[in-house]
């Protein structure tokens, strides 16, 4: 063995890997415990959807203006992701006034995009970004405009005070959810939207010229409440994430002045960018040693369950309890948001590893993102879109929340023994078992076989993506690469399977009593 296997060996030893590392007794078995430990969320596997004006025509990319109406090639790629929950917001809802896209669309007013450069159209509000929820089977979950998470050149601006008040928050609930609105119904939905999730505001501590954490509370309570009073049965996330004042989450205090406010505390998992100096995760050095990106990459992931953890903490220290909402998140690397690993199978290991830890710590983790949602030019995203119109195909980062997210149980299961390199997540519906796993070497195939405390295994199948290149990449030219293949398990009590070397898969057993 070289001596960058030996250190590989050691790197994966290092790793809290799957939900039990191997036991003792059962080298090379995958050992499953089916007492459900947690029911998993309804709302778990989520996207998040902005405008981002210049930088990359997200929104209006995604609309046909010639049918008027979303892109048949966009809503067929994202009914088949089948995300729990689309999110709008982000930096744009600093800014952005919901009135200015309800009504008839030639009167709408075109608004100046202050984050990302350029004009919005506001083709695009709340009418159709719900009508595309529901055509895609997702819930919408709306930022409302949190006094601009307090940036004050919000208030004096071009084109006015772009600031929102908790009586405009208010009045949007009551837009959306009040069945007799007669503003909505004159607009052409004579049904409520009932809309039930609302996060206030987007990022409120980033940065110097947001809120402190005590202006945030304070007007996280006066938001909630006047929400609140429009729709009870509304449920609301509040910023939780740490400030420019120390190093301390807001989550805490925030649950102590404000816990009845609120139904989860939000983080973003942003800032996922290498540490090493001498990182190969910079521009293309990546490319001439694709195994130590494939390590690095490895390691930068379990920063997301230090951070998972430290916030569970931190709401347990509290006593109450209140859902993790990760609203955004995805690897930082550099070109900002352009970085071309992305669309290569070496970035799998950390995006499948992400995901299996938000579903291994679902007792808590309520909704959960490992990237932006759509565009045309970053590499962030998990759908890409050709433009002016044509294909919509899915990032390997959207390949994986697919495979997942449509492999999966309701209850979340422990796994007691398994191969180190195996990062697993594991769930059940009935009498079927998923497993989430992801194969962390580089190299090496891992063969197991598979058993089930107190039940026998009647059969299964294996869904993969098992690229025999770990440089290969999903473009216009192969939009398709990165489909999954579906496998039969071999009949037996104990069936093995192997897993090759950098693939991601989904394993479904079937049980029956003993």
């Known amino acids: 063995m070289s001596d960058s296997g030996f250190a590989r060996r050691d790197f ?19 050992t499953v415990d089916p007492t459900p430990l947690f029911d998993i969320s309804p709302w778990l596997y989520m996207q998040f959807m902005e405008p981002l004006g210049a930088t990359d025509s997200t929104v209006e990319a995604a609309w046909d203006y010639d049918r008027d109406d979303w892109r048949k090639d966009f809503i067929d790629a994202v009914r088949e992701l089948a995300p729990d929950v689309i999110r709008y917001g982000g930096l744009y809802s600093r800014h952005y006034k919901w009135r200015e896209g309800v009504g008839p669309a030639a009167r709408r007013p075109s608004t100046r995009n202050y ?85 206030l505001g987007n990022e409120t501590s980033y940065g110097n010229r947001t809120f402190t954490r005590d202006q945030s509370i304070q007007h996280t309570i006066e938001f909630a409440r006047e929400m609140r009073r429009r729709d009870p049965s509304i449920r609301l996330i509040g910023w939780g994430d740490r400030g420019r004042e120390g190093t301390e989450l807001w989550a805490g205090e925030l649950l102590k002045r404000a816990g009845d406010q609120i139904d989860m505390v939000a983080i973003h998992m942003m800032g996922q960018s290498p540490k090493r100096p001498d990182t190969v995760l910079r521009g293309m050095r990546y490319q001439r040693e694709p195994e130590r990106a494939w390590e690095e990459l490895i390691e930068l992931s379990n920063n997301v369950e230090t951070r998972v953890k430290e916030l569970e903490e931190v709401i347990g ?32 290991a950390y995006h499948a590893r992400s995901l299996n830890i938000y579903q291994r710590h679902g007792a808590s983790v309520r909704m959960a993102t490992a990237a932006d949602f759509q565009g045309n030019r970053w590499t962030v995203n998990a759908v890409m879109l050709q ?84 440089r290969q990449y999903v473009g216009l030219d192969q939009p398709d690469i990165f489909r999954p293949r579906e496998s039969a398990l071999e009949a037996g009590p104990t069936p093995k399977w192997s897993f090759p070397a950098g693939s991601v898969s989904v394993v479904e057993l079937d049980l029956r009593a003993a």
């Open 115 to 199: 984050f990302w450069g350029g004009k919005e159209t506001n083709r695009v509000g709340t009418h159709e970004f719900v009508d595309f929820c529901r055509r895609v089977g997702a819930e919408p979950l709306y930022c409302v405009n949190f006094l601009a998470d307090g940036e004050q050149r919000f208030r004096s601006t071009t084109e006015g005070d772009r600031t929102g008040d908790a009586r405009e928050a208010g009045d949007w609930v009551s837009y959306a959810n009040d069945p007799d609105h007669r503003e909505r119904k004159a607009n052409g939905s004579a049904a409520p939207f009932s809309i039930r999730l609302w996060q």
């Open 387 to 470: 433009t002016p119109r044509g294909v919509t195909y899915p990032l390997p980062v959207g390949s994986i929340a697919r495979l997942f997210k449509r492999h999966n149980g309701k209850q979340g299961v422990g796994v007691t023994a398994a191969p180190t390199s195996l990062d697993i997540a594991a769930s059940r519906s009935g009498d079927r078992v998923y497993l989430h796993v992801a194969n962390l070497e580089y190299r090496r195939s891992v063969e197991t076989s598979f058993a089930v405390r107190g039940r026998v295994i009647a059969g299964g199948r294996v869904v993969a993506i098992a690229p025999g290149d770990l």
């Open 12 to 30: 994966l030893r290092t790793l809290p890997v799957a939900a039990g590392a191997a036991a003792p007794g059962a080298p090379g078995t995958v």
């Open 317 to 348: 220290s509290s006593g109450q309890k209140k859902g993790i909402a990760i609203t955004e998140g995805h690897l930082s690397l550099v070109p900002h948001n352009a970085n071309p690993i992305l669309t290569e199978w070496l970035s799998a």
